[in-house]
Every structure is written in structure tokens, then in C-alpha cells.
T-cell receptor, first 118, second 114 residues
């Protein structure tokens, strides 16, 4: 069975600090996808990144970066120079690489509530 | 990409009643997914809605409580039946449009049962 663990329930930092959100996953699939979503207080899910299991290249997008390590089954997310607007709940998720197009059924971690204080 | 319109965005319902949530997608998709997010919790998959066949429910969710319709490739409904306060949650529908895309989510329906 697939499982995603986000051990950090809540993180609170001061603005401009760097912060890393941890994500560890379990799957027996050899091909799978990993996701990060942001959920601000308004409740909608904002897509941040999707990573294929065969692509271990780390990615940077502005202040955001992701470190995918298949050897440790981790897909960590770092925010550099955090801002108050980064305050939200962040979810890591996993889906199998279904043969059927669009069959992206996600297993979510418990989420990490990130608070950036001014 | 896919744009998902979910209705209603929120509702307050009396216990014992039922609420039907609608999910409309701007393109044809094979599968639609319904998730529940209880207060302060993560998202849990309720069921997968397949066009032309019965929905596939995850463990802990049953059709009598959460009947789903999928009349065509762009629309689905989820009904929360015989509601109790424990059903107070955000309900979200989701689609995937291809093998190399994100999973798209509707804006969610925030349900409060009193």
C-alpha cells in the first residue's frame, strides 16, 4: 500500500528564514508520481510541483526548491527567504503511474502547517 | 489543463438531510475523483467516478452514504446522505487530464452539518 508521511505537523519561522518541509513516502510501484500542493486558509489546493519517479533531478522555481532522493524515499520542499504569504498548509502526495490516462488517484500526507511570522 | 467548477462552494445543512455536490469540468476526462477533508485533517479519497459504470469506493466509504453519479465525461455529482455533524468537511473533486499533468482540483465544497 502507498503511504506518505509528513512528520512535521506545524512549523513556525520568522520571515526571511529558510524552511524545509519533509516528505517520506512508501510504495511498491517502480513508477510513480510525487506532488506538492499548497492549501491557503481559503481552502483551495494550489499545485506546486509534480515529479516522476524516474526523474531524480532536483528542481528550483524562484524561492522554491525540491530535493527528490529515491534512495531514502524522500521528496523534501524548501522555501528560501520565506514570506508571510507562504503561510499555508502544505501537502505532499503520491500517485501510482496508472496505465489509464488521467488515472491520478492521490495519497496525501497529513500536511504541514507553515506559519511565517513578520 | 482543466478548469473545474464545483457547486455549492459552501452550505450549512440540518442533520438527517442530504446534499448533492456538483463537479463540472471544461474538458472530457476519463476519471473523476472525490475527496473528503475533515477539519484539520488531510485529504482522503472517497471514490473514483467512472463514466458508464458504478463508482469505485475506497475502504470505509459506502455507496449508500455517498452515492455518486457520472452521467457523462465532464460532470459528476457526490451526494452526502443522511448527514450527521461528523460529515462536516470540505469535499473536493479532482481530475487528471493525462499521464504527464498534475491532478486538478475544484475549489471545494465546505459543508457544515448542524
Amino acid at each position: 500500500a502507498q503511504k506518505v508521511t509528513q512528520a512535521q505537523t506545524e512549523i513556525s519561522v520568522v520571515e526571511k528564514e529558510d524552511v524545509t518541509l519533509d516528505c517520506v513516502y512508501e510504495t511498491r510501484d517502480t513508477t510513480y508520481y510525487l506532488f506538492w500542493y499548497k492549501q491557503p486558509p481559503s481552502g483551495e489546493l494550489v499545485f506546486l510541483i509534480r515529479r516522476n519517479s524516474f526523474d531524480e533531478q532536483n528542481e528550483i522555481s524562484g524561492r522554491y526548491s525540491w530535493n527528490f532522493q529515491k534512495s531514502t524515499s524522500s521528496f523534501n520542499f524548501t522555501i528560501t527567504a520565506s514570506q508571510v504569504v507562504d503561510s499555508a498548509v502544505y501537502f505532499c502526495a503520491l500517485s501510482e503511474a496508472g496505465l489509464l490516462q488521467g488515472a491520478q488517484k492521490l495519497v496525501f500526507g497529513q500536511g504541514t502547517r507553515l506559519t511565517i511570522n513578520p | 489543463s482543466a478548469v473545474i467548477s464545483q457547486k455549492p462552494s459552501r452550505d450549512i445543512c440540518q442533520r438527517g438531510t442530504s446534499l448533492t455536490i456538483q463537479c463540472q469540468v471544461d474538458s472530457q476526462v476519463t476519471m473523476m475523483f472525490w475527496y473528503r477533508q475533515q477539519p484539520g485533517q488531510s485529504l482522503t479519497l472517497i471514490a473514483t467516478a467512472n463514466q458508464g459504470s458504478e463508482a469505485t469506493y475506497e475502504s470505509g466509504f459506502v455507496i449508500d452514504k455517498f452515492p455518486i453519479s457520472r452521467p457523462n465525461l465532464t460532470f459528476s455529482t457526490l451526494t452526502v446522505s443522511n448527514m450527521s455533524p461528523e460529515d462536516s468537511s470540505i469535499y473536493l473533486c479532482s481530475v487528471g487530464t493525462g499521464m504527464n499533468t498534475e491532478a486538478f482540483f475544484g475549489q471545494g465544497t465546505r459543508l457544515t452539518v448542524v
